[in-house]
């Protein structure tokens, strides 16, 4: 088997609110509470969620670009964590960072030859030459033409931006991709495209990704496993297959019924999720999905289920199941 | 790869030989469709000729004095007449370019140098720097702007250098706070957030990134604060605190000429008028940039 690659444990980034006259902490919000995983070399773990589900926060933490509150993250056995910010920014020759919104990710005064190169100068890889040489190959790589190199990003439509924003982030061969919401910006269309080059790519140069998506019917092709987020916290994580096939979380399975499938005769139970996100400053006690469960026991409302692993590799935080397991013990 | 070099095709723009249009070259050719913008451009373009050329084309020196010839109404042999020593205003006055515009350029850009270094801190790192620089510019906004020039001026002695490193200190603030608020917004951009996930130093994200993106409301407010710099100049000229007679500085000329205000309004009108035409270029400039530069005004 292939080695761990990144591995990430009881990682928390609370984010203080600040109030009143004096300036006080008067509240936080827990957007990451805990979160335990990891990827292999070569894999694709899929983070899924709710806008505010701290998944895009996840991201950041992981490179290092906000600092967590409390956990680490360990790549390539080095724990980032614990480096100085001159050392973790050397990290980033080998872990890249793909963007959501490609309007908003490229620089708009400069061209896409100096912002393909800037990686390069940043880590100081090859001279002027060798750089030109490698912005073009990159280009041809992700779908464009070498002379695209002498345009400015708004002269491009989104889903080209987004091949530029793919194209940065492999400008220094890194091997670990952290894509947040890389398709949620474009067309559907577009979306099919950018999905087949991230998939080649990974083919082609080995890179593990960790994908960011809202949208579970978007990762499902992508993803060798995929973790499904709720307030800050994994609610269930398993293979993709496994995952797809037989969810046992009910936020997981409402989601899946929320996929649309491409075929009208096919009627199928829909799982409707009532009310909307709670207030993440102020999290419901227990399990903090049971204002929106519709198999919610009593105690769910006062006892915060842990992640436990039901079948091999499938873990799921909820009551439903610890109970059946303890009876299935007994 | 196949798969994507087919998806790809109707993505590829119409023609390889497609115009490159960088930020400044769209910016260029709006500017150049206004015409005001343009006769502001021109304007300005003909005093800065006037100035660097002024030792050439002016037809008399600053200096020569002609005591049988002064306060002479407007000739033929002087254009636009003599002051009270018998020098010639138009000479003075072309002189007086080189000087006014001198002042108003250098001391704006000193105040864009100091107050992008402070407004850039201020705004990037915000906490306690910002804290710190943004209450020293409520300080120094708190002065009515001239006369906090003038006292700068009396505690380094009177002279045109002082007057310009005056001018220069109390329009720091100006830039100061217009850069810290637009770099407050720059650094929320998803691409300074991809500039740090390369792994780029502050340095250089500071002067690469959010700088060049940064930079456009400053030079608007950088060409409409020459003209203001250069009016400031004239009123410490005009009060003695700026340049020292006999240097031909417009505002001195309008204080040395203020006694013949009725028997000769020639050795006021024109200088003043000077003034007027410089600062009128300039804003005009200035406005034209704004609506050149501004991202709103897109199409």
Known sequence: ?330 | MSQVAENQSPLQPSSQHDEVVSPWLDAWRKFRKNKLALFGAITVIFFIILGILSPWIAPQGINDQNMANTLQAPSSSHLLGTDDFGRDVLSRIIHGARISLWVGFLSVVGSIVMGCLLGILAGYYGRWVDTIISRLFDIMLAFPSILLAITIVAVLGPSLQNALIAIAIINVPNFGRLIRSKVLSVKQEEYIMAAKAIGMKDSRLLMKHILPNSISPIIVQGTLSIGTAIIEAAALGFLGLGAQPPQPEWGQMLAESKAYITTAPWTMIFPGLAIMLTVLGFNLMGDGLRDALDPKMKH
Request: aromatic share 6%.
């Open chain 1, 1 to 330: 088997m292939s080695k761990t690659l990144l591995q990430v444990h009881n990682l928390k980034k609370h984010f203080p609110i600040y109030g009143g006259i004096l300036n006080k902490k008067v509240g936080e919000v827990k957007a990451v509470d805990g979160l335990t995983f990891s990827v292999k070399e070569g894999e694709t773990l899929s983070l899924v969620g709710e806008s505010g589900c701290g998944k895009s926060t996840t991201g950041r933490l992981i490179m290092q670009l906000i600092e967590p509150t409390d956990g680490s993250v360990i790549f390539e056995d080095q724990s980032l964590t614990e480096l100085s910010k001159k050392q973790v920014r050397l990290t980033r020759e080998r872990m890249q960072m793909i963007f959501q919104d490609p309007y908003a990710s490229l620089n708009p005064r400069h061209s896409v030859q100096k912002i393909l190169e800037e990686p390069l100068i940043v880590h100081g890889i090859g001279s002027k030459e060798e750089r030109k040489q490698r912005v073009k190959e990159m280009l041809e790589v992700v779908g464009l033409s070498s002379y695209h190199a002498k345009r400015y990003p708004h002269q491009f439509s989104g889903g080209q931006r987004q091949r530029i924003g793919i194209a940065r982030a492999l400008m220094t061969k890194p091997k670990l991709i952290i894509a947040d919401e890389p398709v949620s910006a474009l067309d559907v269309s577009i979306q099919a495209q950018v999905l087949n080059l991230l998939q080649d790519l990974q083919k082609k140069f080995q890179l593990t990704y960790i994908f960011i998506a809202h949208d579970l019917g978007v990762v499902r092709h992508i993803s060798k496993s995929v973790a499904v987020m709720y307030l800050g916290r994994i609610v269930e994580i398993a293979d993709s297959e496994t995952l797809y096939n037989g969810a046992l979380h009910p936020y997981t399975k409402a989601l899946l019924s929320s996929v649309p499938i491409p075929d009208p005769t096919i009627q199928k139970e829909s799982i409707p999720l009532s009310g909307d996100l709670p207030d993440p400053s102020k999290p419901p006690q227990g399990c903090a999905f049971h204002s929106r469960c519709e198999a919610c026991m009593d105690v769910c409302k006062t006892q915060k289920p842990t992640l436990m692993e039901v079948e091999k590799d499938h873990y799921v935080a909820c009551h439903l199941y610890e109970e059946d397991k303890q009876f299935n013990d007994k």
